[in-house]
């Protein structure tokens, strides 16, 4: 940490800032520049706070040094987290494709589409029962039922389950049944929900914020993993700019920093990355190219009669379709994607 | 609702639209442009997500002509909500002032921070006991030992309490002890913890999420109101911008365009909207003059031990200053603030 | 400037680092924290580019402490400077009000307005003969056709013209006309003219850019002032957010801002910066309450057949019942202003 | 166009709006819903502005239908343009590859750089004469003088030049040594330069505005078009976002979306776009794969002691494995790379 000063401070002033120093711990080391004052502080800075001198007299900036993040940086632990699932895993060298709808509709909607995407050599999927939804009069979801039809699913085809919670009341019910319990975008600074989902047994799929920096989405995956549970898969689903012509806007960049920073695994959702169907291949090609871990794709079977995100869903063909591109390009990336189906 | 089509779209795919506009219960009206067709929908258009629509062939564009919320909107209650507190009130005429500190440290600074704004003439009175921080290091509040002390305080000085609850799991203690329960920014689309709170019998503080619109705030507040709660006062406290000179960008736009759309009460808070304590009683002045129904200020003996937010705080002393310049202003904006302190 | 390196950067790589502060004519400043090593800077700084150092091994950040900008800055000249006009004034104690519509539309419109806007004992008459325009195929403005028409309304009613120059080309010939040369948000960061700026004998209108921050602005003022031409007004205008109730959100955070970080004057465009001529008295009013110098509105006597931005312009009538209010106003805020309207 | 009114606006406010919309060469169609009347226009609704009607009682919202772009849209050209340049093309099946360093810094620097990429089989060569930089206090470009440092090298290396214009003074002397003439981000809405634009003989490669949307950059390529140079290039360079880990966010999505809405070829800069050397690989593999028509990459032989944008330029040799890598990858999106280097 440095703290800037005026430079014409006087030195009862220095002074008094360089007494807090001490008194939390550091030692000061003062650099006296033409117009600022500069002090470098060393010692266990991570646990001071920004503010504690931003209000000393004379003291005009107080500059963090160290990122304020420490199990889920690369400075910890520089080899990559794999979360494994059985024979298959997500965050080393085998690219994880998780698909299915937006919502749980009925029994019929999941086993269709589930065993379409099991042909297909998919083994993670995607439905909600739980739908956070921005308006009281939208269809929030089967709720309890969406997750028993869910584990139904999961038994008849074994395929790893990826749903999500939005509180803590249904967090548990939710991991009885999940393989991954998903954390929403506009629940990523929930801190009481995040903290919880650092003692369930179960991994957590934390996807960013519409307006979260990387660094943001980093301190919520910290909550997470300081409340015991290290199984964090981060997920970029695209950020609110002004762009109007798509849903959000898919920040790629994010890819090849977080996984400088971190050593957990970053997969993106093209499908709320981009919001239009025709271009989410197009997106899941550029996301992989990008150097991701996976991607969470919507596939409904019949879109158009979706109850919620049809507008953004593949059906299993054009879903198919992108497998194969995306096979050929895993390995120029050094990635494998293995798929069962026939072409 | 009107539905933008393609003009070359096939015969059979307007027939389709329009098959689906009479299926949800509408009436389609056709207009064909030279570039476009459009269909306008009479009817229960509310009911309708513009998603069914989006998805089908030749289909541009859907526009929402009809707001999504309603029980808040002032189409539905043209009069202000005038919220009630005894014989003060928010919303009305009287200029409300909530002041305080961030948390709750200790039962001496809040004593000693409540009789000092209670001298002053405040009746509502901020602080913390549940902190929702963005690290997981940093000091969460006294949670519990917290609201027990915002009790003792309230039966000591005679004055309202706002105190932000974090999650579902304590609003009901929360609820107890607090006049009006903030929601905070981070949870304003924690849609759980909003249906909840329109369950809970005490008027809610709602604030602005970080990179809320207007509509969104006014979304989240229908999910309140349409789950009982009828008491909302919504509260600007900054948006994030680009800018870095400060912590957030006060949108004093909000102001006079929210108390346009809703009934509903609309206060500011200067201490987050710019984040510098020396700068708050400008923008408290300014809000005010926009036509603000009251201001939520941080305010703390000693600022600079504060355990958070001590940079954006006012002592009471530069506190009784604004609160004199803010008695001028406010008979200019036809409102009233009378102050029992002398000058 | 402090240079941030990897705490187990070796040696020989902290040499080249030295060698390079050294070779700028600066000299380091070691501090060995536990995680990073920070190298402060002291010397001729301003002349750096962070990147000279960004890219050498080891190093991870480079981080500015004192502003790049320096004429502009409260450091050079801590006294408030004022743009005299006459006996009219823009920056000191004088509230500054400029008025008149968004375009020059033909001699009676612009004659009509004056007349009524000096009767008020406005002084400063605004209006565009160049008009930026998102659209090529909308109006661009009567140009030089315009400006004799401006050059004519200043000789009938001995008012100061504040008029837009678009590009260099014709900076002249407006000069010659204006007594302020505006320059508008869409040029904020065309340096040329900006350069082009600093050499004319006329006050500069610089207004901030729609993503611009307020150190973006300074520095664009910095391009003016370090040509030569120290008498530059600064124009906040309203910022591009997510909000869509709005044209834009009207950052009067800058206001106070402004004022600390500069000596140059800042007034506030709320006709832009909300974009809806029935809030345009509610945010002059916040703005003037936030400590803003003065005011620029658009005016116009029928708003209604405006050729451009009648939608945020107000009437003379709507106008002079706020100069009304903004009188009542300004010594609350230590300002003047003198109208010479009946009421 | 549609126009929305108040369902309880008096019969005569009604009437007003309609003879306006004859009065503009329009007709009418009335479709009256629960809460509101909508008014739907066809004729010749391009030259109309929203404003016209925006002001008038009882009008609450103008929505536009068609776009406001013509010439550069798919529905007046629904064929990709194809730029010719000898031999080589961008916008077609070909991937336009364009290198070189930020700046043109001397002879030496020119022909190393260009003879280098050359040899890899690179025919596009960029390098700025003119540097628009935020500080008037960096270093601004050779200007005139690094023009014929690229003239030169033009004729040596016989390469195709691609340099920007700052202002319409120096257009001239640009676009006689360019073979494409870049317009930069800052002035993507500097009209007077688009225009001229528009007049001079050689293609544009129009960069994206740091908050410009798809929208804004068309409207931009229109001006350009519609005063009749047809040849113009789009460019992605990032954009800005509340993102700190990341000069830009490269906005991906922009793509799929452009390639669908305009016939203009759309390429990549992700040097700009995220800012990072070490990254600049990832985003240009992602690029390629969203089905970019092309990358424009910084590369300098000695970024070390580059002066402007070394931190973000490749070297040769990295450059060289990111073109391998791009030469596997192109034919999987239907594009064509021919590299000249032996591997």
Redesign the interface.
């Known amino acids: 940490m440095?703290i800037?000063m005026d430079v014409n401070a006087p030195q009862e002033n220095v002074e008094k800032v360089k007494e807090k120093i001490f008194a939390v711990g550091c030692k000061p080391?003062i650099?006296?520049?033409?117009?600022?004052l500069?002090i470098?502080?060393?010692?266990?800075?991570?646990?001071i706070?920004e503010?504690?001198f931003?209000?000393?007299d004379f003291v005009e900036?107080v500059?963090r040094?160290?990122k304020?993040y420490k199990l889920v940086s690369r400075?910890v632990k520089s080899e990559d987290s794999i979360i494994q699932f059985g024979e298959h895993s997500i965050g080393g060298k085998e690219l994880g494709i998780i698909a299915g709808p937006c919502s749980v509709e009925n029994r019929d909607q999941i086993f269709t589409i589930a065993g379409k995407l099991k042909e297909m050599g998919i083994n993670f999927f995607r439905a909600g029962a739980y739908k956070?939804?921005?308006?009281?009069?939208?269809f929030q979801g089967l709720k309890e039922k969406g997750l028993q039809i869910l584990a139904e699913a999961k038994k008849e085809f074994d395929i790893k389950i990826v749903t999500e919670a939005?509180?803590?009341?249904t967090l548990d019910i939710v991991a009885e049944v999940a393989d991954v319990v998903q954390i929403g975008a506009?629940?990523m600074?929930?801190?009481?929900?995040l903290?919880k989902c650092g003692k369930i047994k179960k991994p957590v799929l934390l996807k960013r914020g519409?307006?979260?920096?990387?660094?943001?989405l980093l301190?919520s995956a910290?909550?997470i993993v300081?409340?015991g549970n290290f199984n964090v898969i981060l997920c970029e689903r695209?950020?609110?700019?002004?762009?109007?012509?798509?849903r959000n806007?898919?920040?790629?960049?994010?890819?090849?920093?977080i996984k400088?920073?971190t050593h957990l695994p970053i997969i993106v959702d093209p499908s709320h990355?981009?919001g239009?169907?025709?271009?989410v291949p197009?997106?899941s090609?550029?996301?992989?190219?990008?150097?991701a871990d996976g991607l969470i794709i919507e596939v409904h079977h019949d879109?158009?009669h979706a109850m919620?995100?049809?507008?953004q869903s593949l059906t299993p063909k054009t879903f198919k379709k992108l497998l194969e591109?995306l096979e050929?390009?895993a390995p120029?990336?050094d990635k494998e994607l293995k798929l069962l189906c026939e072409k």
Chains 1, 2, 3, 4 share one sequence.
């Open positions: 440095v800037i080391h650099i006296v520049g033409s117009q600022k500069a470098g502080l060393t010692g266990p800075t991570e646990a706070d503010e504690e931003q209000l000393m900036e500059l040094v160290s304020k400075e956070p939804r921005s308006s009281p009069y939208s939005m509180d803590s009341d506009r629940n600074q929930n801190y009481s929900l903290e519409m307006a979260a920096t990387v660094e943001d301190m910290e909550y300081s409340n695209g950020i609110k700019t002004f762009e109007t012509y798509t806007t898919l920040d790629l960049n994010a890819v090849p920093v400088k920073h990355g981009i239009i169907w025709e271009k197009a997106m090609m550029a996301a992989v190219a990008a150097g879109p158009e919620s995100d049809g507008y591109k050929q390009l120029i990336v």
